[in-house]
């Protein structure tokens, strides 16, 4: 700090004060010069400077705006510009979309009837609920009412289908991981109106899986694990205790068991008898 004689100690503090700011807009204006070149050092990298990419977005909506009255999809320029502007709220959420499309018609920019021409709203809406499906059922059914009570999407339009398909992919999955999170995903999917209870109750490819992983536990050494898989997948509502001991590869399996428990010895013969017939296993020696 400078020292200046003959200041009261009131200047001085005032001195000193003004100092200090003087010193801390240097350190603020250090540290932005010293992010300004990596900033311009990407866009030189791209070859491309904030001016150019302005440019290239304001030439590509220019283009956008020709094509869409050229092709009639718009009869002039500020409708082509809404229609551009609802397609890209809605390719960032559905509420968003609904509160500019409101606004536009409120202030008589546009008509419902206009915004129904619009082709990639309903390409859209249907992609939004496929992919709020493959995050969880309780996402897929928030946005589907949302979209149907705000007339974003017609239930016409689903392809109740492919929704199932996506639904069925994330139970198999559920499934794979453990029956307790099978359950859960099927209670969302009941919930979500995807499946009834009894349509979820018979799936051939759940059912297919299911069994897999009763082979499996039952291939382990001890036979606690196939009794607590089979508990839980009963408590799932997969199939019940009866179903599961019926499978052809749950039999083929125990059956092994005991072939080979009786290589082994007599004694771990009749103990493996009884491990199975606690679980719930009766098999015929015939």
Known sequence: MNNIEGMTPRQEAENEFREANIEERKVEADAQNKSRPTIEKALRRN????????HKE???????????????EAENRQEAINQINLISA?????????????????YNEISYSQVGKIKEIDELAIQRLKDRMHESPVKYMLERKMMLANGVL?????????????????LAQALQEDPIS???????????????????????EI???AQERLVRSLQ??????????????VRAKIMTAEEISNLPGVQKTAKE????????????????KQSLRMAGLTISET
């Open 257 to 272: 068991r005991l072939e080979q428990a009786r290589k082994d010895s007599d004694a771990y013969y009749e103990v493996e």
């Open 47 to 54: 070859k491309l400077t904030e001016k150019d990419i302005a």
């Open 182 to 204: 099978y359950m859960i995903e099927g209670v969302g999917q009941i919930t979500a109106g995807i499946f009834g209870k009894e349509e979820l109750a018979n799936i051939p």
């Open 58 to 72: 304001a030439i590509e909506m220019d283009e956008e705006i020709d094509r869409r009255i050229e092709s009639g």
């Open 220 to 233: 382990e050494d001890s036979i606690i694990p196939y009794i607590f898989e089979r508990d839980n997948q």
């Open 207 to 209: 059912k297919e899986i």
């Open 154 to 170: 017609n239930k016409d339009n689903i392809d109740e289908e492919e929704i199932k398909s996506i639904a069925l992919e994330r």
């Open 90 to 106: 809605l390719t960032k959420s559905t509420d968003q979309y609904i509160k500019l499309r409101e606004h536009l018609v409120q």
